[in-house]
């Protein structure tokens, strides 16, 4: 009876050598010419020749690697040749779970030319497994080497994504640099200045889209990207609020790049989890950005009151910004309409419309006569701003404010570097701990009265480190808001018409206190956020 053989040969790599992408490589041509000079040495009939190229012998999937399996599963095999086990797979579960089990169950015996593996012989298997363990560690050695280099070239400030952020495209000149792209940039711009102006998620998603323009996974395929993305169901991608709020979040259009935000649970699964923010990195001022920081800020800091837009899709300006001064509830927005068919808007305290007795801060106050209070007393703020000995004293201000901010960042910063070090030394003695146990020298009792103490000073030294790293935020946003006031006021002279980013670039809050009959008056506080 003819004995039936499969022949396997696999490249991870690619070849340089290749003619043209469709061509095999040299590798490839070789280990055919060996496996098939072998086969007709020992008079087997080839029944298929399987080759996988550009795959890795640690991938889950390998489409001519599932082929082969299946027609050793069918009977369609008596023998599959490789060039060498590792070819087969670098993975030790691979390897046992076919060489040592599977193929004995199917009647189907594996031959590896290199290493000199035969299943049909019994020495072979030990030989089998210390050659799988070799190839997992060199898989776990490889893979380790990749991750350092990749963080530091993330440390160093380059992107190392498979894709450019919309917006950008990598430099011709270094792969790991972005430059901006001046067709998408303009999209981004646009959707910044549409939050600002009280636009929510959802229908700056729909004017984009009715006004044909591309979403990011569109415009990447128009522009002959390869971008592939596994959320995408339909045949076509459309802008969409998700899309809008992490564009308004990535801080990569202010020139800085965030990365590690996620890793793969181990080089052997690839399935993505997150990493805590004090692990991302970090690094500032990496590439030209789309938008200004005073923008930036202001967007932000909307974040931090962002409410739902009406059905006409676009925030009243003075929405979440108007409270009782009496109870502090936020007010709420009501229409009348008088007997000559007039309509007034008004704003009210909700503690009030939703009938509680709790609040005596009873009636509305309507918005226009608000907003004309607030444009007023604006234009009187940037009026005084503006008088040339307040103008002297708040830059000379500045410089001080900011050197002492600096100084307190810079000590915070000290901390954190002494108590990584601390948490470092931590984490080794807390190995020595398990090894000491595992060789006997501490018993379970000792072990976990010692492992106790130091994993709560490690959980209380962590608990400091992410309190320092709120600090410094809030120290970078302080310091960023000195040297951004002076801006807001000398872009203005005077204000002729309110709108959502005035009112956000000056005030916080506006609280509303009660109505005083008898002379038909009421308080009104400004929260400047200037």
């Given at each position: 009876?003819?004995?039936?053989v499969?022949?396997?040969?696999?490249?991870?790599?690619?070849?340089?050598?290749?003619?043209?992408?469709s061509?095999?490589?040299?590798?490839?041509?070789n280990?055919?010419?060996?496996?098939?000079?072998y086969?007709?040495?020992?008079?087997?009939?080839?029944?298929?020749?399987?080759?996988?190229?550009d795959?890795s012998?640690a991938?889950?999937?390998?489409?001519?690697?599932?082929?082969?399996?299946d027609?050793?599963?069918?009977?369609?095999?008596?023998?599959i040749?490789c060039?060498?086990?590792?070819?087969f797979?670098?993975d030790i579960?691979?390897?046992?779970?076919?060489l040592?089990?599977?193929?004995?169950?199917?009647?189907?015996?594996?031959?590896s030319?290199?290493d000199?593996?035969?299943?049909d012989?019994?020495?072979?298997?030990?030989?089998?497994q210390i050659?799988?363990?070799?190839n997992e560690w060199?898989?776990?050695?490889?893979?380790?080497?990749?991750?350092?280099?990749?963080?530091?070239k993330k440390?160093?400030?380059?992107?190392?994504?498979?894709?450019?952020?919309?917006?950008?495209v990598r430099?011709?000149?270094?792969?790991?640099?972005?430059?901006?792209?001046p067709?998408?940039s303009?999209?981004v711009?646009?959707?910044f200045?549409?939050?600002?102006?009280?636009?929510?998620?959802?229908?700056i998603?729909?004017?984009?889209?009715?006004?044909?323009?591309?979403?990011?996974?569109?415009?990447?395929?128009?522009?002959g990207?390869?971008?592939?993305?596994?959320?995408?169901t339909s045949?076509?991608?459309?802008?969409?609020?998700?899309?809008?709020?992490k564009?308004?979040?990535?801080e990569?259009y202010?020139?800085?790049l965030?990365?590690?935000?996620?890793r793969?649970?181990?080089?052997?699964n690839?399935?993505?989890?997150?990493?805590?923010?004090?692990?991302?990195?970090?690094?500032e001022k990496?590439?030209?950005?789309?938008?200004?920081?005073e923008?930036?800020?202001?967007?932000?800091?909307?974040?931090?009151?962002?409410v739902?837009?009406?059905?006409?899709?676009?925030i009243?300006?003075?929405?979440q910004?108007?409270?009782?001064?009496?109870?502090?509830?936020?007010f709420?927005?009501s229409?009348?309409?008088?007997?000559?068919g007039?309509?007034?808007?008004?704003?009210?305290?909700?503690?009030?419309?939703?009938?509680a007795?709790l609040?005596?801060?009873?009636?509305?106050?309507?918005?226009?006569?608000?907003?004309?209070f607030?444009?007023?007393?604006i234009?009187q703020?940037?009026?005084a701003?503006?008088?040339?000995?307040?103008?002297?004293?708040?830059?000379?201000?500045?410089?001080?404010?900011?050197?002492?901010?600096?100084?307190?960042?810079q000590?915070?910063?000290?901390?954190?570097?002494?108590?990584?070090?601390?948490?470092q030394?931590?984490?080794?003695?807390?190995?020595?701990?398990y090894?000491d146990?595992?060789?006997g020298?501490?018993?379970?009792?000792?072990?976990?009265?010692?492992?106790?103490d130091f994993s709560?000073?490690?959980?209380?030294?962590?608990?400091?480190?992410?309190?320092i790293?709120?600090?410094?935020?809030?120290?970078?946003?302080?310091?960023?808001?000195?040297?951004?006031r002076?801006?807001?006021?000398?872009?203005?002279?005077?204000?002729?018409?309110?709108?959502?980013?005035?009112?956000?670039?000056?005030?916080d809050?506006?609280?509303i206190?009660k109505?005083?009959?008898?002379?038909?008056?009421?308080?009104?506080?400004?929260?400047?956020s200037?």
């Amino acid at each position: 009876m003819r004995i039936r053989v499969g022949l396997y040969a696999r490249l991870s790599d690619e070849d340089r050598n290749k003619a043209k992408g469709s061509d095999e490589s040299e590798s490839i041509q070789n280990q055919k010419r060996m496996l098939l000079q072998y086969a007709l040495d020992q008079g087997w009939d080839v029944v298929d020749i399987y080759i996988d190229e550009d795959y890795s012998g640690a991938g889950v999937y390998r489409p001519s690697f599932e082929r082969m399996i299946d027609d050793a599963r069918n009977g369609k095999l008596d023998v599959i040749l490789c060039k060498s086990q590792s070819r087969f797979s670098r993975d030790i579960e691979v390897t046992e779970r076919y060489l040592n089990n599977k193929f004995k169950e199917w009647n189907v015996r594996f031959v590896s030319l290199i290493d000199n593996i035969d299943t049909d012989r019994r020495e072979s298997k030990k030989s089998s497994q210390i050659l799988g363990l070799t190839n997992e560690w060199y898989l776990e050695d490889l893979s380790e080497n990749v991750r350092r280099t990749l963080r530091n070239k993330k440390e160093n400030g380059q992107f190392t994504g498979s894709f450019a952020p919309y917006g950008y495209v990598r430099s011709s000149e270094d792969k790991h640099k972005l430059v901006i792209d001046p067709i998408a940039s303009e999209t981004v711009k646009q959707i910044f200045d549409m939050y600002q102006k009280g636009y929510g998620y959802t229908s700056i998603a729909k004017y984009l889209n009715n006004k044909g323009v591309l979403s990011p996974y569109e415009y990447k395929k128009a522009s002959g990207s390869k971008f592939v993305c596994g959320l995408v169901t339909s045949s076509k991608s459309y802008w969409n609020r998700d899309t809008i709020a992490k564009i308004l979040k990535d801080e990569v259009y202010i020139g800085n790049l965030v990365q590690g935000k996620t890793r793969n649970l181990s080089y052997k699964n690839h399935k993505s989890i997150p990493v805590p923010k004090e692990d991302w990195i970090i690094v500032e001022k990496t590439h030209e950005p789309i938008i200004d920081m005073e923008t930036w800020l202001a967007v932000s800091h909307k974040f931090q009151g962002r409410v739902k837009p009406k059905s006409s899709g676009k925030i009243h300006f003075f929405s979440q910004k108007v409270y009782c001064a009496e109870c502090k509830k936020v007010f709420h927005h009501s229409v009348s309409k008088s007997g000559n068919g007039n309509v007034f808007h008004y704003l009210g305290c909700s503690t009030v419309k939703k009938g509680a007795p709790l609040c005596d801060n009873r009636f509305a106050i309507r918005m226009d006569y608000l907003e004309q209070f607030i444009l007023e007393e604006i234009n009187q703020y940037i009026k005084a701003y503006h008088d040339s000995e307040i103008l002297t004293n708040q830059f000379h201000n500045i410089d001080s404010s900011n050197s002492e901010v600096n100084k307190k960042i810079q000590a915070l910063r000290e901390e954190k570097k002494k108590i990584k070090n601390v948490l470092q030394k931590r984490n080794t003695y807390l190995k020595k701990l398990y090894e000491d146990r595992v060789e006997g020298f501490l018993d379970d009792e000792q072990f976990r009265s010692l492992s106790d103490d130091f994993s709560d000073e490690v959980s209380s030294l962590k608990t400091r480190v992410s309190l320092i790293d709120d600090e410094i935020e809030e120290l970078e946003r302080k310091k960023e808001h000195v040297v951004d006031r002076g801006k807001i006021f000398q872009k203005y002279s005077s204000i002729e018409k309110l709108d959502r980013k005035i009112l956000n670039e000056f005030i916080d809050r506006i609280y509303i206190g009660k109505l005083d009959k008898s002379i038909k008056e009421r308080e009104i506080i400004i929260e400047w956020s200037i």
